[in-house]
């Protein structure tokens, strides 16, 4: 089965810094591979998504990511942070072209500082 | 785009008794809806699959007899906590896929407490 790391619990950086998300994945075939972004109490909200072809994926709110095949890595990137960007943040691996089994990673908390 | 309602946004109930969280594809047919539940500064966790007109799926651990999941229509599933108890107290999302696009939508969450 398929599944999802994501590396830091807690970031923190400053408004109008670049940030970037990391997620590892481990599964046999081609992943579906989504980032979602959740305010508190709140549902969960697509950034972006990678299915196939180019790499470099570009998603709302001016996120974008990349899919690295050779380090199992799909990291999440933004090049300057707004302090609404604050939110937790999720990365997600689905299987087959069904997508049914969805899997998530642990979630990656963002702090903006002023 | 598509929209994924739930309802109740909230909900409080007393220990022993049942509450039905309801699902609703507002846009789009979902021939298959998703259950999560997501602790406090948690993950979501998947609880079950269901298909419309089908029984759930239910994920290793989760007890079927507690979580009844109904899909009688293609635009509609229900969650329903039986007995519930404190420990049941969550965050609920469901999320539905699109018969046509095989995404996930995701309903803006149902917070139960259980007193």
């Known amino acids: 089965a398929q599944s999802v790391t994501q590396p830091d619990i807690h970031i923190t950086v400053s408004e109008g810094a670049s940030l970037e998300l990391r997620c590892n994945y481990s599964?046999?075939?081609?992943?579906?591979l989504f980032w979602y972004v959740q305010s508190p109490g709140q549902g969960l909200q697509l950034l972006l998504k990678y299915f196939s072809g180019d790499t470099l994926v570009q998603g709302i709110k001016g996120f974008e990511a990349e899919f690295k095949r050779s380090q199992s890595s799909f990291n999440l990137r933004k090049p300057s942070v707004h302090w609404s960007d604050a939110a937790e943040y999720f990365c997600?691996?689905?299987?087959?072209?069904?997508?049914?089994?969805?899997?998530f990673g642990a979630g990656t908390r963002l702090t903006v500082k002023p | 785009g598509a929209v994924v309602s739930q309802h109740p946004s909230r909900v409080i109930c007393k220990s022993g008794t049942s509450v039905k969280i309801e699902c609703r594809s507002l846009?789009?047919?979902?021939?298959?809806m998703f259950w999560y539940r997501q602790f406090p500064k948690k993950s979501l966790m998947l609880m079950a699959t269901s298909n419309e007109g089908s029984k759930a799926t239910y994920e290793q651990g989760v007890e079927k007899d507690k979580f009844l999941i109904n899909h009688a229509s293609l635009t509609l599933s229900t969650l329903t906590v039986t007995s519930a108890h404190p420990e049941d107290s969550s965050f609920y999302i469901c999320s539905a896929r699109d018969r046509l696009f095989y995404e996930q939508y995701f309903g803006p969450g149902t917070r139960l407490t259980v007193t």
């Open positions: 846009d789009f047919q979902a021939t298959t």
């Open positions: 599964y046999g075939a081609t992943p579906y």
């Open positions: 997600a691996v689905g299987a087959g072209e069904e997508n049914n089994d969805m899997r």
